[in-house]
């Protein structure tokens, strides 16, 4: 058995003591820690030169790109706290002036609701409580107050669409992650001293679990209009993740106890029904939220953040056996696809976006049990991404993780998260102190300060 193989079935059964792990050096950690900083400079570095003032780099044509007919500088916006984490002051000042030069939101642009306020909202209420710069507040005031429409639906749920000059809104099938945004909002909330951003969001949240079913699990999809169900599928995956992710850590962030309670519920639901034993391993699958019974055995990059909420919330046990499954499915083809069928054992998509889950949920173990074979295994993680992902101008996307073709793309989220989660994983744990702030789910920090009144 390979020693990565053996490693991660005592890391599954918790069997594997601290003193017999391979414990790696303090100097050994710096050096990783030094390591990846180099290679997400790497990454942006050739964005400043390919891409500057967009919202993101295409790495192997190196040229720009952007989501809309106007730049959003999504990418700078979404990696400015990776940059001042990492203590690259000279980076982080030039994104932070190009911000606050050129970002500006009165503009004709339909803009998907979800992702603008994980990454946008998201990054500069981070950035703000990182630098105290009153311009980065002012832009995100600007930008809620914009995106607010959206939740001008009859039940509250938000629509996926809305314009940012307007208000018009679009997009009547949404998802119940796309409904939990009160991590953002509710910060505006406490910064603004407004509280309209945490009243609206926290009724999308409440709205979606207000509409689970007698099992206490939520669908794959509702309309907004009428809050009926469009698909029953329910998981941990796409389209559900940041629910369960959001109502743990909303109770964290602003201590509220119907965050608590529902998150009580649904997580125990989810522990009950979702859980599937192949062959000793544990893996979560899809079933259908009315009935409990297994729909799909499909499990992927998305669904690998979950052992990491496993652990954050005090499961460790079994967070320890899913992230097992996370890692074998890994190391199929050396990296992670963004699908697999664990009972057929063959990838049902070979895409790799660059997606951050799977080192998230081991930094999320390593924090929560010390074990150094976590970070043994980041090692092997990282050795990988950097092997398959890495070009002359950033980092690109897996067309195919069994054949190798890179695609030209490089998501704002490998600076926000990925290359983040990597480098959290070795430095002293003083870098981010998890009783002192909270991630959104585009790892952007913010800060615990207790209730919301």
Known sequence: MPPIARILVLLAAGLLPVAAAAAPQASADAFMAARVREEFSHAWAGYRQYAWGHDALRPLSRTPRDWYAQSLLLTPVDA????????????AASARELIVARLAFDADLEVKHFEIVIRLLGGLLSGYELTRDARLLALAQDL????????DSPTGLPFVYVNLHSGATRG???????????????????????????????????????????????????DVVSGQWTNPAS???????????????????????????????????ARRYYPRELGGTLWYGQVNMHTGRASGS????????????????????????????????????????EAYDFKA?????????????????????????GDPAYRALGRQLFEDFVRRCRTAAGYAALADVTTGEQADEMESFVLAETFKYFYLLFAPAGTLDLRRVVLNTEAHPLRRRGPLH
Not at 173 to 184: F, H, T, Y
Not at 185 to 208: D, H, I, M
Not at 303 to 312: D, H, M
Not at 347 to 369: K, M
């Open 80 to 91: 400015l706290d990776t940059l001042i984490l990492m203590g690259l002051k000279e980076e």
């Open 144 to 151: 809620g107050t914009r995106l607010l429409p959206a939740f």
């Open 172 to 222: 009547t099938i949404s998802n119940p992650a796309e409904a939990a945004l009160l991590l953002e909002y509710g910060t505006l909330s406490r910064l603004t001293g407004k509280p309209v951003f945490y009243q609206r969001a926290k009724r999308a949240l409440v709205e979606t679990y207000r509409r689970r079913s007698a099992l206490d699990l939520v669908g794959e999809r509702f």
């Open 235 to 269: 998981h941990i995956g796409a389209r559900i993740d940041s629910y369960y992710e959001y109502l743990w850590k909303c109770w964290l962030l602003f201590h509220d106890q119907e965050c608590r309670a529902m998150w009580d519920k649904s997580s125990a639901a």
């Open 298 to 337: 499909e499990y992927g990059a998305l669904e690998a953040f979950f052992p990491g909420l496993l652990a954050y919330s005090g499961h460790v046990a079994e967070a320890r056996r899913l992230h097992a499954a996370s890692v074998q499915m890994w190391n199929v083809a050396g990296i992670e696809p």
């Open 345 to 369: 054992r063959r990838i049902t998509d070979p895409a790799y976006p660059l997606r951050p889950e799977i080192i998230e949920s081991t930094w999320y173990l390593y924090r929560a049990t």
